[in-house]
């Protein structure tokens, strides 16, 4: 049971990370568009957020500090000071993104417009994080973002052409009459998604909250290897059901709705029901996750005491970053702006930013001072190294393939 529960953060940060409401977006419009052409984008976002949450990981288990401690004290305050005004940017647009998610989720199931329901889930967001459990949280919000499956058996339900689908798979080339620079910006999106910056300030924050030590190295190893390649999956089923069941229509996917058209042709209104649950687990457990990591971040580089474990009349700034960063993001959210919109500058802001948040892990990872003899090793670099190289691609063209092609249109 222990080590269920010590899986659970694996399948939080990987469910949060990986089918937040930017994945959803990605998934679905990109499947709808590409078919699974762009599966190797994919691919290497699993890769790459899988090595580089290792690191984290490994780093924090070894050393007892939290990331942002340690790239602090690696770098020095100034480089540090850039990396977290990067890194709260970007996770306070995508915790307005996901907030607005849950909001479209519930208007998808209520018929009321999304904005009657973003101070109330602020609300709701802003309570469970005060008062209910890191495990409860982990725990109840992770496998319900599992419920995603049903995109994948929605595939099995529709008969596709599997042999379409395997072209399409291993054609990694924009379809005839595509434009190449449009097909591109799809692909740093949804290599944004996958490797969120968040993802891995979360991830290695709670393995400090949950006092993670050299000797489970292997046990923390397991989980960043079952947990993201997890992620993905789901991501794929989104994509895949999107493939067989958009792809032939020409349809331009612009919402949740339609989104969810391939399991609502699979399994009516049951299927559909699923749907609308595993949304809502993976949007609220990705705002929990972009939340605490504001807080996380703000408290290691300051050196608060921070944690959601710790009470919050010991953590008290912590708990105020907290509240101010969810009061940003409603407030932002409800002046009526586009939560899709939101989530598509989102992912193109965090491409720009990955270079600040996985440069510094790859550099403290290899420091013995802090990591002995678990410091890199040569795969590990050479991976790491490889997937730096992919990251600096995707933030140098963000900008340019987006004022390109006009957002992909």
Same mark, same amino acid.
């Not at 049971?1 to 994945?23: H, P, W």
């Not at 996380?296 to 921070?306: H, I, N, R, S, V």
């Given at each position: 049971?222990?080590?269920? +529960? &010590?899986?659970?953060?694996?399948? /939080?940060?990987?469910? !949060?990370?990986?089918?937040?409401?930017?994945?959803v977006?990605?998934?679905?419009?990109?499947?709808?568009?590409? !078919?699974?052409?762009?599966?190797?984008?994919?691919?290497? !976002?699993?890769?790459?957020?899988?090595?580089?949450a290792?690191?984290?990981?490994?780093?924090?288990?070894?050393?007892g500090? $939290?990331?942002?401690?340690?790239?602090r004290?690696?770098?020095?305050?100034?480089?540090?000071?850039?990396?977290?005004?990067?890194?709260?940017?970007v996770t306070?647009?995508?915790?307005?993104?996901?907030?607005?998610?849950?909001?479209?989720?519930?208007?998808?199931?209520?018929?009321?417009?999304?904005?009657?329901w973003?101070?109330?889930?602020?609300?709701?967001?802003w309570?469970?994080l005060?008062?209910?459990?890191f495990?409860?949280?982990?725990?109840?919000f992770?496998?319900?973002? %599992?419920?995603?499956?049903?995109?994948? +058996?929605?595939?099995w339900?529709?008969d596709?052409?599997?042999?379409?689908?395997?072209?399409?798979?291993?054609?990694?080339?924009?379809?005839?009459?595509?434009?190449?620079?449009?097909?591109? =910006?799809?692909?740093?999106?949804?290599f944004?998604?996958?490797? &969120?910056?968040?993802?891995?300030?979360?991830?290695?924050?709670?393995?400090?909250e949950? !006092?993670?030590?050299?000797?489970?190295?292997?046990?923390?190893?397991? *989980?960043?290897?079952?947990?993201? $390649?997890?992620?993905?999956?789901?991501?794929?089923?989104?994509m895949?059901?999107?493939?067989?069941? +958009?792809?032939?229509?020409?349809?331009?996917?612009?919402?949740?709705?339609?989104?969810?058209?391939?399991?609502?042709?699979?399994? @009516?209104?049951?299927?559909v029901?699923?749907?609308?649950?595993?949304f809502?687990?993976a949007?609220? @457990?990705?705002t929990?996750?972009?939340?605490?990591?504001?807080? =996380?971040? +703000?408290?290691?580089?300051?050196?608060?005491?921070?944690?959601?474990?710790v009470?919050?009349?010991?953590?008290a700034r912590?708990?105020?970053?907290?509240?101010?960063?969810?009061?940003?993001?409603?407030?932002?959210?409800?002046?009526?702006?586009d939560?899709?919109?939101?989530?598509?500058?989102?992912?193109?802001?965090?491409?720009?930013? /990955?270079?600040?948040? =996985?440069?510094?892990?790859l550099?403290?990872? *290899?420091?013995?001072?802090?990591?002995?003899?678990?410091?890199?090793?040569?795969?590990? *670099?050479?991976?790491?190294?490889?997937? %730096?190289?992919?990251?600096?691609?995707?933030?140098?063209?963000?900008?340019?393939?987006?004022?390109?092609?006009?957002?992909?249109?």
């Open positions: 049971m222990k080590k269920l +529960l &010590t899986l659970a953060l694996a399948i /939080l940060s990987a469910v !949060g990370g990986f089918v937040d409401i930017g994945d977006v990605a998934g679905g419009t990109i499947g709808a568009r590409y !078919g699974l052409a762009l599966l190797w984008v994919l691919i290497l !976002g699993v890769i790459g957020v899988a090595c580089y290792e690191m984290a990981g490994r780093v924090v288990a070894v050393s500090r $939290p990331l942002f401690d340690l790239v004290e690696r770098l020095g305050p100034t480089a540090a000071l850039w990396n977290l005004l990067a890194t709260m940017f306070l647009l995508t915790l307005g993104a996901q907030i607005g998610g849950i909001a479209l989720v519930i208007e998808l199931a209520s018929d009321i417009p999304h904005v009657v973003v101070i109330p889930i602020g609300l709701v967001v309570f469970v005060w008062r209910v459990k495990q409860t949280i982990e725990s109840v992770g496998f319900a973002g %599992l419920t995603i499956l049903v995109f994948a +058996l929605s595939i339900w529709l596709p052409n599997w042999s379409e689908l395997f072209a399409q798979a291993t054609r990694p080339a924009p379809p005839a009459g595509e434009p190449v620079p449009t097909y591109f =910006y799809h692909a740093v999106a949804l944004a998604s996958a490797m &969120t910056p968040y993802t891995v300030l979360f991830f290695s924050s709670g393995g400090v949950e !006092g993670w030590k050299p000797s489970q190295l292997r046990q923390q190893r397991l *989980n960043v290897m079952l947990g993201f $390649p997890l992620g993905g999956v789901l991501s794929l089923g989104i895949a059901a999107a493939a067989v069941a +958009l792809e032939p229509t020409g349809m331009d996917v612009s919402t949740l709705g339609q989104i969810m058209l391939p399991v609502a042709l699979a399994f @009516g209104v049951v299927g029901a699923a749907a609308l649950l595993g809502l687990g949007t609220l @457990g990705a929990f996750e972009a939340a605490l990591s504001c807080g =996380y971040a +703000l408290g290691q580089y300051f050196g608060w005491t921070w944690g959601k474990r009470a919050p009349e010991r953590a912590f708990h105020v970053s907290l509240m101010v960063s969810l009061a940003i993001a409603v407030l932002f959210i409800q002046t009526g702006v939560p899709i919109l939101v989530t598509e500058y989102s992912l193109l802001f965090s491409a720009v930013a /990955l270079p600040l948040t =996985y440069l510094p892990v550099v403290v990872a *290899n420091d013995r001072t802090y990591m002995g003899e678990h410091v890199n090793g040569r795969f590990g *670099n050479f991976v790491g190294v490889s997937m %730096l190289v992919v990251v600096v691609v995707a933030a140098v063209t963000a900008i340019p393939l987006m004022i390109g092609t006009g957002m992909g249109a």
